[in-house]
């Protein structure tokens, strides 16, 4: 059986896909703004829709809009071989995060049907809703409710920045019905892959075209709410004040010094949003809303920094004179990647002559949910100086066709199992 990838095919489809976008063109590459629901990303779903239909794919979508496109086996019955990703791209980022996965992943499909294959278990793409948490603030919001490892009421009840519901979101989008749906049982799919750029540097440095993720950090989200005493920006005098923002800043810091504290890379946190109240030059600030986002592949030693930050929130609270609430938005376990599929990967390099390199992965991906119900790997291409959420996010059509072929390779492998 020999599966050629159309490389000239994946590489427009995915400079296509890159127009559904309301961001500026930019010098340095390609900007891409593209939040779940927006007009954008609508758009974006029916093309997709239209180039698997084109395939005679069988196509569905879910009540949160996970797009599920089959390539039916010879036994229908048996659980299906599933592969995908992300198409949402969060403000200013690059072209290749997640479009990858979902446009790979649909020319992996479409090269084992030229090559005559003839799968026993169906083959099906998955098109996650809302991997980013640009839009209601909690990431993989479609996988989260496949693996039942998020509430669907709390799901629904969940706002974006105009206070509109992800329940009247999805349904003005054409989503309807419970999100209860969406869960899928533990023995729905026989193997989880996804390919992915890294989203880091380690393979370009290394000079290794492919990376055999092994596991995957494990996220944690928090809303930090201060609140102080604001007023004049002249006539407050500093004594009287409780400034919000100053109390901000050293929360802030506190999370960088425990975090390095930990002494290994393996431990990640950023403070990546700031909104300050009443945000006016001249007045002083009375209440910052800070969102952290912390990663480890042990979640010990990650809380035990969140347990540092909290002893540094309750010495702020004296001395600044300030309220500090801290909210939970989510705490995921790392996921560990199947070793049968690793070893089906590792073996497929080997006999196809491709140095290869096993990773964990730090960014996180919808198959750390699906990890919960089935089976998993990814597969990693190299992006150049291991760039991504940015405009100059760049996969070299050669890396991008190299994984594609060996995610068809071993979708193969597993849909004949
Ligand atoms: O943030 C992440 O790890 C992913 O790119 N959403
Ligand atoms: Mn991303
Ligand atoms: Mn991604």
């Known amino acids: 059986m020999k599966i050629q ?18 961001a500026e063109p930019v ?12 007009p954008d990303d609508l758009r974006a779903r029916a093309w997709l829709k239209k180039l698997a239909a084109a395939e005679g794919f069988e196509i569905h979508d879910d009540a949160v809009g996970n797009i599920f496109i089959r390539w039916t086996g010879t036994e229908p019955h048996l659980p ?8 949402d791209a969060i403000p200013h980022a690059g072209m290749y995060d997640g479009t990858v996965g979902v446009l790979g992943g649909l020319e992996a499909m479409r090269a084992l049907k030229r090559s005559g294959l003839r799968p026993r278990r169906s083959i099906e793409l998955v098109m ?11 990431g993989c919001l479609g996988s989260r409710l496949i693996s039942g490892t998020l509430d669907p009421l709390r799901a629904d009840a969940m706002q974006d920045k105009d206070e509109a519901t992800l329940a009247a979101v999805r349904t003005a989008a054409g989503f309807s019905g419970p999100l209860s749906s969406v869960r899928l049982p533990a023995d729905h799919y026989h193997a989880w892959l996804e390919l992915h750029i890294e989203q880091g540097p380690l393979l370009e440095r290394e000079g290794t075209p492919i990376g ?11 809303r930090f709410t201060i609140t102080g005493f604001g007023g004049h920006a002249g006539a407050l005098l500093m004594p009287d004040r409780k400034d919000a ?12 010094k425990h975090t390095l504290a930990t002494g290994t890379i ?7 949003t700031c909104d300050v109240h009443p945000g006016a030059v001249n007045s002083v600030p009375s209440r910052v809303v800070l969102q952290l986002d912390i990663r480890d592949t042990d979640p010990a030693r990650r809380e035990s920094v969140m347990q540092s930050v909290r002893h540094d929130c309750e010495q702020l609270r004296q001395r600044r004179n300030v309220t500090i609430t801290e909210e939970l938005v989510n705490a995921d376990a790392p996921a560990q990647s199947s070793p049968h599929i690793v070893q089906l990967l590792e073996t497929l390099c080997t006999e196809q ?7 964990v992965s730090r960014a996180y991906h919808d198959s750390l949910f699906m990890a919960c119900i089935a089976p998993i790997a990814m597969i990693f291409i190299p992006c150049r100086n291991g760039v991504s959420h940015r405009p100059d996010e760049y996969a070299a059509p050669g890396d991008t066709t190299l994984g594609v072929h060996l995610l068809a390779s071993v979708l193969a492998k597993l849909a004949l199992e």
């Open 5 to 22: 990838i159309d490389q000239a095919r994946l590489t427009g489809e995915l400079q296509t896909l890159a127009k559904f976008t309301d």
């Open 80 to 87: 299906a071989v599933a592969t995908g990703s992300h198409i």
């Open 212 to 222: 055999i993720v092994t596991s995957i950090a494990a996220p944690a989200g928090y």
């Open 27 to 38: 010098s340095d590459g390609t900007s891409v703004t593209r939040v779940v629901f927006s």
């Open 266 to 272: 393996d431990t990640v946190a950023t403070v990546g």
């Open 128 to 138: 996650f809703t809302s991997e980013e948490p640009t839009r209601f603030g909690i």
């Open 353 to 359: 002559g491709i140095q290869y390199k096993k990773m």
């Open 245 to 256: 923002l100053c109390a901000a800043a050293e929360l802030i810091l506190s999370v960088e």
